[in-house]
């Protein structure tokens, strides 16, 4: 039973990011989509307790911190997305993070994006 709980919290969660990615910026929206659907996938056999409770952990402040930007963009209607990294933060990071990190970074720089984004509702 405690494996259809945790099963369904982490289902739930990935949608709730997904739900809130409508939000943002259509640039933006289609690169966490496919970052979060990567992350997902890529820790989806995650096995040891500590590594799963953490994966939960800062998907959870994700969550939370995109709801509450969310929440003020409407109310001010002023777009402002993201939080900086603490260093501490940083230095736990592994080594694929950190270059899991810089593509990200390198991606959501570029003045040309990978993806071919069209509003919802446009013929493709």
Do not use: C
Request: charge should be negative.
């Amino acid at each position: 039973m405690a494996h259809s709980a945790h099963v369904s919290a982490v289902r739930s969660l990935y949608k709730r990011i997904l739900l809130l990615h409508r939000f943002l910026p259509i640039d933006l929206r289609a690169l966490g989509d496919q970052y979060v659907k990567d992350e997902f996938r890529r820790n989806k056999t995650a096995s040891g307790k500590e590594e799963v409770t953490r994966f939960m952990t800062e998907w959870q402040n994700y969550k939370d911190t995109l709801q509450t930007q969310v929440l003020e963009a409407m109310e001010s209607k002023k777009l402002e997305f993201g939080a900086d990294l603490p260093e501490e933060k940083l230095k736990d990071f592994q080594d694929e993070q950190i270059g899991q990190l810089y593509e990200l970074m390198l991606e959501s720089s570029k003045p040309n994006r990978q993806f071919n984004i069209q509003e919802e509702g446009t013929p493709k």
